[in-house]
């Protein structure tokens, strides 16, 4: 189990949707957040990497940057793009010459839930992904493929298929729903939008928008919508599933899990599954600040530092 983190740090939690920054040291904590990047298997993701952690940081102050003990990072993507990653956190430390690490933010987010214990943490956000660690330290994940080739059950699946069933209701080739109306309202028109959801930088952040709108609907009773959800969370408790044990602790966090009754149905059904639900500890910035100034966690094995 880990200590509490000592001060002099920066923790990132630089994810899809959202990148956020805590700064510990001996003036006390600041934190800022504002928007993320597609994940280090993009191209130009180092540009967009900097583009989205720098700014935030000059906020704070460089000059609080350049005390401190050591910077933490978790970060989409680093898995399928070590060597941007590498080349990143690589950057950060001739910028502000101090000592980087930069590891995957779903093995932040675990460091985090269990403290540098064992257990599986679930990531139900834009993207879906599982990932355990077992009491030798050996890890292993499930999903977290990306939008193409899985993140099942994720806020960007739910979005999607939400917007697909609208679309099906809207050509007479699925059941009437309430979704149709949500998803003109999104472009306007139906036809406008393919244009809508694809013309930006990230389209599955583009798809996860809706996925609030899905859940609203299936709690107000829309059968379509309903179905989705409960799709959805058959496709995370699975994932979990096929990597967790029976009887392991499972946390899970994310965007589309902060929907009280989304993360109600989810935990019965892994509880139905004979996982046990496990409250984090902390969050994944807890986790990025203990990778910063710990090297004797059974993670570093998985972490790049420079």
Not at 196 to 205: I, P, Q
Not at 235 to 264: N, Y
Request: proline share 5%; glycine share 14%.
């Amino acid at each position: 189990m880990t200590t509490p983190v000592a001060p002099s740090s920066l923790s990132v939690d630089l994810g899809k949707t959202q990148c956020r920054i805590r700064v510990d040291d001996e003036n006390g904590r600041v934190e800022r957040h504002g928007p993320g990047f597609p994940g280090f298997a993009a191209a130009s993701s180092v540009e967009l990497a900097l583009a989205a952690v720098v700014p935030l940081v000059e906020t704070v102050g460089l000059d609080r940057v350049f005390a401190l003990g050591g910077i933490g990072i978790g970060a989409a993507g680093v898995d399928s793009g070590p060597a941007n990653a590498r080349e990143f956190a690589l950057q950060l430390r001739q910028s502000w010459h101090v000592g980087v690490v930069v590891a995957s933010d779903v093995l932040t987010a675990h460091l985090g839930a269990f403290a540098g214990g064992a257990g599986t943490v679930l990531i139900a956000g834009t993207g879906a992904v599982a990932y355990r660690i077992d009491d030798g330290g050996e890890a292993r994940r499930s999903d977290g493929w990306g939008p193409w080739l899985g993140d099942e059950g994720s806020g960007r699946w739910i979005g999607q298929a939400g917007l697909i069933r609208a679309l099906r209701s809207a050509d007479g080739r699925g059941p009437a729903t309430t979704l149709e109306q949500d998803a003109r309202d999104v472009s306007g028109e139906l036809g406008a939008l393919p244009r809508v959801l694809t013309g930006g930088d990230d389209v599955a952040r583009s798809l996860a928008s809706f996925a609030p709108t899905v859940l609203r609907r299936a709690a107000e009773g829309d059968d379509i919508a309903s179905a989705v959800v409960a799709e959805a969370i058959g496709h995370l408790a699975a994932t979990t599933a096929s990597i967790a044990e029976p009887g392991d602790a499972v946390s899970v966090i994310g965007g589309v899990a902060d929907d009280p009754g989304f993360r109600r149905r989810l935990l019965d059904e892994l509880t139905r599954l004979r996982l046990t639900p496990h409250r984090p500890a902390g969050t994944p910035l807890d986790g990025a600040a203990t990778l910063a100034v710990r090297r004797d966690l059974p993670h570093e094995r998985y972490a790049i530092r420079v």
